[in-house]
């Protein structure tokens, strides 16, 4: 009785940490493409809130999951540019004009929600959808096999962002103008090119993370949904070392402790909820500690690149 | 194009003499990004079918329309100077500080414990020592990501972020366990807020029947030190050096980690003390919301500022004003003081987009002789 118990709760925490670790893989995957090309997006967990927002209205008011999705692309999309054109053409500090960003997002979307919903109201989101045969494979069918459609999209998007970044001319370029802007310059390359695409599909991606959350994980929004999330998931391209795999198992990492916090306080473990939610913040510090310095980051990260000046 | 600024960078650390082109770009340029994001918020008013023109006024009115408008505005601007400052310091040493959040809630949080803990010391010895505390908890919540930004290269934006973080879990656990009030936990009411403060820590009133405490006057005064601090101590002009330039000022011999942990260190300093005299100044006891956003609208005031600690007066004030009117709006016209948030992350955009033109113009008024403006 006791071993049955156990594997209950073992499969509980399993579940939910692949649940949670959705907005994190797609928000830190995108991110991954934008530091590659060589930008710092900071402003993710901005674009998040305001998607978040974006996808649940829609969601509220029309009922259709998939226009939610889409809302929360076009947001992505708008940001990224706005973004991009402050960070790459403008050449501002990333560091800077990625905090505007985030507040930006996050006020706005504060702003709209109180306008346009005012209270905390919760919709019909994406229904878990078990795959036949692999969903009923004893113990882990349960725990890979059931989930909505945007899990299984996240966890589609780890081998294709990989295949793209390693093994195709356009992940190739991405990484040139990252690692050597001057370089990839004078081969022809258009290095401003590449890092709007990089900024804005790591945007959208941003966007999607956010209705994730708003559609698919909680169905429901109010204000700094999120809770710096998307902070965290940029942390987590860190400790991935720019590689989509990597960033997936960082992802797990913090989903799992997540979702052990989140069991201990419904088991009522004598353990202040404070401290725990303390967990991941803490966390996301001792891996950047121990990450840097262990995988080589993108020789031009951070660095606005202008012709005839290196 | 690097070595040449390198080989020019220590020159331009003097005291830039007085330029009107200066007036241009530290002042106009940025005020031009404030009503542009002002506009912009009006478009956005006009989509969500609420009058831009009665939101202004209503925001005008209540910042600086009465003497309460006037001085609550003052009083907002003196945490923002305060966190300002302690940004323009990192700034300068090329640290960018976002941790004013964390920092405001330890300083807070220890000028909370202190008067409360010693509350048989007379005032003259209760005040200065409380915001002494509040300095160094807030310094030390901004030596952890200082140390770590200096030694492991961990990026100081991500580790005081997670530090915000942890500060409000903290900050939440003490209000709930030992320094909740105990006339609270007695009533039953179990509000989240510490006991009152003994009357003799709190700050004395400038104008009576307001909130506008002595707190403002230190604020100004420590914006004109951190002034001298900067610009005529050695200490100071090292911290700019690593700024400016670390490879060169590694080569002459300046201990570059040590400075950008110090310069991280006096950041959350300021920010504490910002938040001590929050607490002591004028709520008297600590609340759940007491950083108010400072943290954040710090950072923006001090850009808007020029990151220089006497641009930063007028710039607070400015926000200051801002919040306080976007209260006042909120009450009158039931538009959301969100709006203010939005537009505050516009103005960072719009200043830090601006800032390759202000770069570029120095650059062509100056030939490369006195690159001051290097942001």
């Avoid at chain 2, 951190?226 to 330039?245: E, Q």
């Amino acid at each position: 009785m006791k071993d049955v118990i156990s594997l209950g709760v073992l499969g509980g925490i399993l579940t939910s940490m692949i649940r949670l670790a959705t907005p994190f893989l797609y928000a830190a995957i995108g991110e991954t493409f934008a530091q590659t090309s060589g930008v710092v997006n900071l402003g993710v967990d901005g674009i998040m809130l305001l998607s978040a927002y974006g996808a649940f209205y829609v969601a509220l008011n029309t009922g259709n999951l998939w226009l939610a999705l889409l809302t929360a692309a076009a947001i992505g999309l708008l940001m990224g540019l706005l973004m991009s054109f402050i960070s790459v053409t403008l050449k501002a500090e990333q560091g800077i004009s990625g905090i505007g960003l985030y507040m930006f997002g996050l006020g706005m979307s504060s702003l709209l929600f109180k306008i346009t919903i005012g209270t905390v109201k919760t919709i019909d989101g994406f229904q878990p959808v078990r795959i036949p045969l692999l969903g009923d494979i004893p113990g882990i069918g349960p725990i890979l096999f059931d989930h909505s459609l945007p899990v299984y999209g996240a966890f589609l998007l780890v081998p294709i962002a990989w295949w793209v970044l390693d093994k195709t001319t356009l992940g190739l370029k991405i990484k040139s103008v990252g690692q050597n802007p001057a370089a990839a310059d004078s081969l022809g390359i258009n290095v401003d090119r590449i890092r709007y695409f990089s900024v804005c599909l790591g945007a959208v991606l941003a966007g999607l993370a956010g209705a994730s959350l708003s559609t698919a994980l909680v169905d429901l929004f109010q204000d700094n949904l999120t809770a710096g999330q998307g902070f965290i998931a940029v942390a987590l391209v860190y400790f991935g070392g720019w590689n989509p795999w990597g960033v997936m198992g960082g992802a797990f990492l913090f989903s799992i402790v997540n979702s052990i916090q989140l069991w201990m306080q419904v088991i009522g473990v004598k353990i202040p909820s404070d401290v725990a939610v303390m967990l991941p913040y803490l966390l996301t510090i001792a891996a950047l500690m121990i990450t840097v310095n262990r995988v080589r980051q993108p020789a031009a990260l951070n660095k606005p690149f202008e012709r005839g000046e290196s | 194009m690097q070595i040449k600024k390198a080989a020019n960078k220590p020159l331009s650390l003097r005291r830039p003499a007085f330029d009107w082109s200066n007036v241009v770009l530290h002042f106009l340029l940025p005020l031009a990004g404030v009503l542009a994001a002002l506009l912009i918020g009006a478009v956005m008013l006009i989509i969500l079918k609420a009058d831009p023109i009665a939101a202004y006024a209503a925001m005008v009115n209540g910042a600086v329309g009465s003497v309460s408008g006037i001085t609550q505005s003052l009083v907002k601007a003196t945490p923002l100077l305060l966190v300002g400052l302690g940004i323009c310091i990192a700034f300068r040493a090329n640290v960018i500080n976002i941790g004013g959040e964390g920092q405001i809630i330890l300083g807070a949080l220890a000028a909370t414990w202190f008067p409360l803990t010693f509350n048989t010391w007379p005032g003259w010895l209760l005040i200065p020592s409380t915001l002494i505390v509040g300095f160094v908890a807030g310094a030390i919540w901004g030596f952890v990501p200082g140390i770590l930004k200096a030694r492991l290269q961990v990026n100081e934006i991500l580790s005081t972020i997670m530090m915000n973080s942890i500060a409000q879990q903290l900050m939440n656990l003490l209000l709930r366990g030992p320094l909740m009030d105990p006339s609270g936990i007695a009533a039953g009411t179990y509000l989240a807020q510490s006991a009152r403060l003994p009357v003799q820590v709190w700050l004395p009133r400038l104008v009576p029947q307001t909130l506008l405490h002595a707190g403002a006057i230190l604020a100004v005064v420590l914006a004109v030190l951190v002034y001298f601090f900067l610009w005529r101590t050695t200490i100071g002009y090292r911290i700019r050096a690593v700024g400016l330039n670390p490879d060169a000022s590694r080569y002459s011999g300046i201990n570059v980690p040590f400075y950008q942990a110090l310069s991280m260190t006096l950041a959350g300093g300021f920010a504490g003390l910002a938040g001590a005299i929050e607490v002591i100044g004028v709520q008297h006891r600590l609340l759940e919301g007491v950083t108010s956003g400072y943290g954040f609208t710090g950072i923006v005031a001090a850009l808007l500022g020029s990151l220089h600690p006497l641009g930063l007066i007028p710039a607070s004030i400015l926000f200051g004003g801002l919040l306080v009117g976007a209260a006042q709006m909120q009450r009158a016209v039931q538009v959301p003081s969100s709006l203010i948030d939005a537009i505050l992350g516009l103005v960072v955009l719009f200043v830090s987009g601006s800032a390759l033109w202000s770069r570029r113009w120095a650059a062509r008024r100056n030939m490369g002789t006195e690159e001051e403006e290097k942001s």
